[in-house]
């Protein structure tokens, strides 16, 4: 399968730093999104860039696309501990289902 | 209130005795998909339908049956579960198979 891959797999910061995290991708792709997990519950959606766009904004959340490096970074700006959890990127590839990457854990300590 | 849902959250079962996860999505959604999660292998899809009595094998079908004979319901089958299925599933539901999915709570399986 055409999965995305996270980086860095794991990222501590402090409350009130900014964290970033990337996705690659291997092929073109209709559009990519980006949810977050908390441990062992349901993902959540947190945004959809598609691939005519570059940039998306969500609150505290920035997503940036760049096609021709195939990548993605996700922006969380001003982070709190409740942005503590797993973040995944998933690539909608035209076929049947999205491609999921592992994902990046975030620690976001006080 | 638009959501997903799923029973049981936690099951623990033997070797070989049959069992359905049932999933449930109130948002009139025509793609329906079943994900496993294991601990450094993310996120694989097991099954996934386009429409009511269209179902398709994802990534990790070997085990495991679906059914779509209702819109809204997408059980999970495993006819003689294994203990290489102990994992945490989740059902998952989006308009089209490429837009924003919502998912389910998740199960938790372990099997004996």
């Known amino acids: 399968s055409q999965q995305g891959e996270e980086d860095p797999q794991a990222l501590s910061i402090q409350e009130g730093e900014n964290a970033t995290m990337n996705c690659s991708y291997k092929?073109?792709?209709?559009?990519l999104q980006w949810y977050r997990q908390n441990s062992g519950r349901g993902l959540v959606h947190l945004i959809l860039?598609?691939?005519?766009?570059r940039e998306k904004h969500s609150g505290r959340l920035r997503v940036t696309l760049d096609t021709s490096k195939k990548s993605s970074s996700l922006l969380i700006t001003a982070s709190r501990a409740a942005d503590t959890a797993s973040y995944f990127c998933?690539?909608?590839?035209?076929?049947?289902?999205?491609?999921f990457g592992k994902g990046t854990s975030l620690l976001v300590t006080p | 209130e638009a959501q997903v849902t799923q029973n049981p959250r936690y099951l623990i079962t033997v070797t070989g005795k049959k069992l359905t996860v049932t999933c449930s999505q109130n948002?009139?959604?025509?793609?329906m998909s079943w994900y496993r999660q294991d601990p450094g292998l993310g996120l694989r899809q097991i099954y996934y339908?386009?429409?009511?009595?269209?179902?398709d094998k994802g990534d990790v079908p070997e085990g495991y049956k679906v059914s779509r004979k209702e819109k809204r319901n997408f059980p999970l089958i495993l006819e003689s579960p294994s203990p290489n299925q102990t994992s945490l599933y989740f059902c998952?539901?989006?308009?089209?198979?490429?837009?924003?999915?919502?998912f389910g709570p998740g199960t938790r399986l372990l099997v004996l």
């Open positions: 998933a690539t909608d590839w035209g076929g049947y289902a999205l491609n």
């Open positions: 092929t073109s792709i209709n559009n």
């Open positions: 998952a539901s989006s308009l089209s198979n490429g837009e924003t999915q919502y």
């Open positions: 860039i598609r691939s005519n766009e």
């Open positions: 948002m009139n959604h025509e793609y």
């Open positions: 339908s386009m429409n009511v009595e269209v179902t």
